[in-house]
């Protein structure tokens, strides 16, 4: 599965790679901005071009076409360290500094290396949750060596922390499952959380799974006694930065989900509450979700939360 070389996409000029590095990262703080999580960040509605993917994935890896994230972030921090280096030996700058001076900047130094190596940490989660988006829209297979030669600069040291913090998003934010189902060969499948069979994805035009969102929401009803008014509703998810009639970067507008697409999809019930005047309405479990899932799933969903 390995078929590096077909990843050439990734392959951008040197000069254009620290130039888009800042970008990048800025871009990919929206888990954390809009989640509330841990610094997690995404770029995967920044830089990621949904709509320019080919409809079809050879077995072995993604297609050449496939234009995936536009920088590396240990180029751009070998870039910065060499540049550092320059700097240091220049007759005008590097030598030039007072033993006071040259003290400081030797303390300043094991900082400012420290925040190089967590945002070379944060770009690649950011690139792996973008590949690991696309591999779920076309083929829902990956392995360990094609993550760690085409996104992952073959950072082996720290592959397990990264996949496990990616995982976490994965899962949390658009109900992804990153499994590894064949261990010698180190071969991971991507499911849809809690075995749902709702893909999660409201519409060819609508790039991001939704089913993280879906799995939240049948929380909040167990919550409220299993039966949660509107007002409790969007109370709960407004917290998460969800509200109705406010288009959502990850999930589009809210509203319409919970009532028209899920309900169609019979994961849940919204009526009216009885006896209400004026008319109030309410979100209850649909009989697919008690089909496919059960409370104690979901809460410990949440739980993880």
Known sequence: MSHSDEFSAFKVEEKNEDAQEGQRLESGRLC????????????TTASFPFEEIPGEVAAAGVSSDVKGPQCSPAKAQHFMVAMAEKLDSHPKIGSSCSPKEKGLKDREEPAQAGASLQE????????LVE????????????????????????????????????????????????????????????????????DGMVSPQHTMPTTGLLVIVLGIILLEDDCASEQAMWKQLGLMGVHPGRKHFIYGEPRELLTNVWV??????YQREPGSYPARYQFLWGPRAHRETSALEVLNFLLNI
């Open 32 to 43: 954390s901005a809009e989640m509330g999580m841990a610094e997690l960040p995404s770029s």
């Open 131 to 198: 590949f690991l988006l696309l591999t779920y829209r076309t083929m829902p297979l990956t392995s360990k060596e094609v993550m760690l030669n085409t996104i992952l600069n073959n950072d082996e040291e720290n592959f397990s922390y990264i996949l496990s913090q990616v995982s976490q998003c994965m899962r949390v934010l658009f109900g992804i499952d990153v499994k590894e189902i064949y261990p010698k060969s180190h071969i991971y499948a991507l499911f849809t959380t809690l075995g749902l069979t709702y």
């Open 120 to 127: 070379a940490l944060y770009g690649k989660m950011s690139g």
């Open 264 to 269: 169609k999809e019979h994961y849940i019930a």
